[in-house]
DNA sequence: TTACAACCTTTA
DNA sequence: CAACTAAAGGTGGTAA
């Protein structure tokens, strides 16, 4: 079965560089129920670089090529610099790219974004190729390029070397042929791919992440405005906090020459950035560690004052590092404001990741996220799922504590706390409730008594004994009988030796190798909730259309609107609306919860 | 000199 | 038998 892939035949094509030959060539274009699409571009940057070419593919027919400057020399537009006058390529196109034909691209979240910028506008249908792949695939390590993509499905060779050629100057024959074939390819993958998503009950998933694509396109060339003289005066706080840190640290004598002379590798200086040499110190200074890390240092912040200054230094190190100094560079010079990468499918489960910069892991403090501002005149929605995992657990289960303690509108984590500590709801304390936390959030994954331990005391700042944590955990499960006959049923498939998970809406996550059990109960969970806000993303395009309120970050279970202050109250009502539908949608009949706030910064 | 894995910390 | 998940990214250390 290992046929070594061929190499693929070139397409006919036809050169578009002028008007009249536009629009003889693009009639039949309108006949064609799919429509292949691939622009070659001067870069990547979908705000700064322009498109070079647009290849347009139908069955039967040439490749379209249209030379887009040279169109837009004719019409007498300015390419890519905002210049939106209507012209008749403009029209022409516009009308092909908007028609009820499906459109076909591979990561078309690029074509969108780059037409967009060109002011043309494609919309209707979409079946983009490699978002169809990353869902059949999800969870297996397998490249989604055009060039793996067509290996694996069509056992063909694509030659990818022209891609980064020079696309300014006069274009080579070879050039438009790789042009060409790229966009004739995706007519012969996307049969497969449908059959694909069919056979695995995913083609309703993959639609869900298709009419997401533009949402996330539209979202990215949104970006968020960045306040950067008041990072800078964080960014020179923390920097002189981190310096004193370092003071501190030097004090005690971690950092500088050592005084254990016995020990040569301790004799320079030690850097308190390298946990090696960190560690090694510790050691000879007679700090019983194993590792540096947070975990095994917070027990021991109380016994050694020199632990607890290396927390706050590494703390700040680490802000300043990733976030003050590196942030600004994302400042796109054209708009002021941060553009962030985001991948539909970044991540196993069907969440997003997050790149360039990473918004998904900012500092929570509000020193961080008030940097992140609305414009003049508009101001920040934030709206939240409350507890969105527990509440789904709640649904999967059918734990009956759970539901009714939601029905009631009830507080699950100090349910918990009472449950565990034997207390009544009124009893129980702030320290019980964070002890609760803990609780809920590890033991739904499968957390055992061990970490169970170590987690409350670094993340919720309870410590107990590894007999107490033992009996909690025995306790919640004891309490919540229905999330435990849920992890049986999972723990069932994970011995049948099943490789992979479903959410409720049908996502899959499969295991190349043996999965391990705490993320075969993770995916449900963390999947549906991804399910659930893209869904919600979906929900928002068209009443959000009729208002000038525009997305602008999403981060798992949360979605960010920058929103003109004369529509905060209409734009609220939709957000909660839409987030609400979504998820009830799924976890009916346990009760949603959508926590809006609105105000100048994130 | 560069490429890569290990370690650590940040988020939901 | 017990097992918390999903990411990005900076830094130091080492292998090529």
Partial sequence: ????????????????????????????????KVIALDCETTG??????????????????????????????????????????TNISRLLLNKLFCNSALKIAHNAKFEWQFLNQAGLQIAGRFFDTQLAYQVLNAGIKTSASLENVTR???????????QTSNWHQNLTPEQLQYAALDAAILLDLYPILVKKLKQANLLKIAQLEFYCMPVVA??????????????????????ADK????QQLKQLRLVGKSQLSLLPELTDTVNPNSSQQVLAAFQAMGIPVQ????????PLVNQYPIIKALLDYRHLAKITATFTDSLPKHIHPKTGRVHPNYYQLGARSGRFSCRQPPLQTIPRDAAARSCFIAAPNYQILKADYSQIE?????????????????????????????????????EVTEEDRRLAKAINFGLIYGMGAAKL?????????VTMTLESAKAFRTRFFDAYSGVTKWHETIKKAYLRGVKESRTLAGRRRRWADKPRLAEMLNHPVQGLNADINKLAMVKLVKPLSRTNARLICVVHDEIVLECPENEIAQVSRILHRCMVAAAVKFLNPVPVVVDITVGDSW
Avoid: C
Avoid at 243 to 246: F, S, Y
């Fill in 1 to 32: 079965m290992n046929y070594s892939p061929k190499t693929p035949e070139y397409p006919a094509y036809t050169v578009v560089k002028d008007i009249p030959t536009l629009k003889s060539v693009i009639k039949p274009l309108f006949k064609a």
């Fill in 44 to 85: 990547l940057d979908p705000l700064t670089d322009k498109i070079r070419l647009i290849q347009i593919a139908v069955p039967n027919y040439p490749v379209v090529i249209i030379d887009l400057p040279a169109i837009y020399k004719h019409n007498n537009v300015e390419h890519n610099t905002g210049d939106r006058r």
């Fill in 152 to 162: 694996k499905l069509l056992r063909l060779q694509l030659d990818k070397t022209l």
């Fill in 218 to 239: 539209k979202m990215e060339l949104n970006g968020m405005l960045f306040d950067v003289s008041q990072w800078h005066k964080l960014g020179a706080k923390l920097e």
């Fill in 243 to 246: 310096i004193n840190a370092l």
């Fill in 291 to 298: 590792s540096t890390n947070q975990k095994d240092l917070v």
């Fill in 390 to 426: 527990l509440r789904i657990v709640a649904r999967l289960s059918g734990d009956a504590k759970m539901r009714k303690a939601y029905r009631q509108g009830a507080d699950l984590h100090k349910l918990t706390a009472a449950l565990v500590t034997g207390k009544r709801i009124t």
């Fill in 453 to 461: 331990r170590v987690y409350a005391e670094t993340k919720y700042g």
